[in-house]
């Protein structure tokens, strides 16, 4: 699957699962939610390109082209698909109350833990906020 299509599918999955709750306000802790980045038209991504993946918007991005904002994991685009490396890194609300689950980083897709699957490695547990964001549970992804 293409970085383009996933972030595509990874746009249509979060606004499924936050499709009822834009109704409520505020993060857990009284600080005011980020806002997803806008998209912008993408360069052609070959393999062994550095870049992250932002767990604001589920987005892939070259090393180089942005700065990473907010909540992210490094990696490398392997085979057309973003391989992460290491754990989470940059700034950001982590462990927000919301809808349990975890953010898949190869497809790019938010699990709802009730849904009855069983995540998929490499994965980052968390919660999806009343506001559409991710938060992760900690820095830890799990491979």
């Not at 990696?75 to 919301?98: H, K, M, T, W, Y």
Request: glycine share 16%; aromatic share 6%; charged share 15%.
């Amino acid at each position: 699957m293409s970085i383009d299509v996933r972030s595509a599918r990874a746009w249509a999955t979060l606004a499924a699962v936050t499709a009822g709750a834009l109704l409520a306000g505020g993060c857990a802790d009284g600080r005011a939610a980020q806002a997803p980045a806008t998209t912008s038209p993408r360069p052609v991504i070959t393999d062994h390109q550095r870049g992250w993946f932002s767990l604001v918007d589920a987005s892939v991005h070259l090393a180089g082209d942005d700065e990473p904002m907010g909540l992210y994991v490094s990696g490398v685009i392997e085979g057309g698909r973003f391989v992460p490396e290491g754990d989470v890194l940059g700034q950001g609300l982590i462990g927000a109350a919301g809808t349990p689950g975890w953010l898949d980083l190869l497809e790019g897709g938010f699990h709802a833990r009730q849904d009855g699957h069983e995540p998929g490695r490499p994965f980052v547990e968390g919660t999806m906020t009343a506001e559409g964001l991710f938060s992760p549970a900690s820095r830890q992804v799990a491979y």
